[in-house]
């Protein structure tokens, strides 16, 4: 039981390149995240997909896409990559929205270099 | 507006002593969810425990324990007998019942614990 798996676990890009983080969970969990993470900052949301079939903005949404490619699998997408994305990226999954009584468990991690 | 305030930034111990991290939490709503999360050196998150805001009931869990108190909007984090083992970061996380998005969990920005032997 492999829980949330994130690849790849490292990435360096040039700006202005795109790469896809790709996430699976195999928890049968209806709703995934992407977050940052950042020096000091804590994490914060880029998007999330509270079931199959729907995505929203986070807190950070700008530069990123999202897929959410079926139950178990939720995509983000860097179309022109900036500095500013160098971060570590997580993905999450929960059984239910994070309105409700349920917990997140993250993968672990993709960290990503733009130079 | 929600937030998650974790006032101690790095917090260094020696093995066996007890440690308290502190976590104070902002919301409107009246139904929410507190959590601990651990990020040890390797980089995975890790979850501790979730609390729910109508229950204010304390818990331990071997050397973890962790006090809710609404009246002060805290929820702490205890480690007993601290261990080299115990050394990460710890995250506060929040999410809200009804008037926040379904998606977030708002985390302060972690306290890092040194435990040295």
């Known amino acids: 039981n492999a829980g949330v798996t994130q690849t790849p676990k490292f990435q360096v890009l040039k700006t202005g390149q795109s790469m896809t983080l790709q996430c699976a969970q195999d928890?049968?969990?209806?709703?995934m995240y992407w977050y940052r993470q950042d020096p000091g900052m804590g994490l914060r949301l880029i998007y999330y997909?509270?079931?199959?079939?729907?995505?929203d903005k986070g807190e950070v949404p700008n530069g990123y896409n999202v897929s959410r490619l079926n139950k178990r699998e939720f995509s983000l997408r860097l179309e022109s990559a900036a500095p500013s994305q160098t971060s570590v990226y997580f993905c999450?999954?929960?059984?239910?929205?994070?309105?409700?009584?349920?917990?997140?468990?993250f993968g672990q991690g993709t960290r990503l270099t733009v130079v | 507006a929600q937030k998650v305030t974790q006032a101690q930034t790095e917090i260094s111990v020696v093995e066996k002593e007890d440690v308290t991290l502190d976590c104070v939490y902002e919301?409107?709503?009246?139904?929410?969810?507190l959590f601990w999360y651990k990020q040890p050196p390797s980089g995975e998150l890790v979850f501790l425990i979730r609390?729910?805001?109508?229950?204010?009931q304390n818990e331990i869990s071997g050397r973890y324990s962790w006090n809710f108190q609404k009246s002060t909007s805290s929820f702490n984090f205890t480690i007993t007998a601290s261990q080299v083992v115990d050394s990460a970061v710890y995250f506060c996380?929040?999410?809200?019942?009804?008037?926040?998005?379904?998606?977030?969990?708002?985390f302060g920005k972690g306290t890092k614990l040194s435990v040295k032997p």
């Open positions: 919301t409107r709503d009246t139904t929410y969810y």
């Open positions: 609390r729910n805001s109508f229950d204010e």
């Open positions: 996380a929040l999410s809200e019942g009804s008037g926040g998005s379904q998606g977030n969990l708002i």
């Open positions: 928890m049968n969990h209806n709703s």
């Open positions: 999450a999954s929960s059984e239910v929205p994070l309105r409700q009584p349920t917990e997140a468990f």
């Open positions: 997909s509270a079931s199959e079939g729907t995505t």
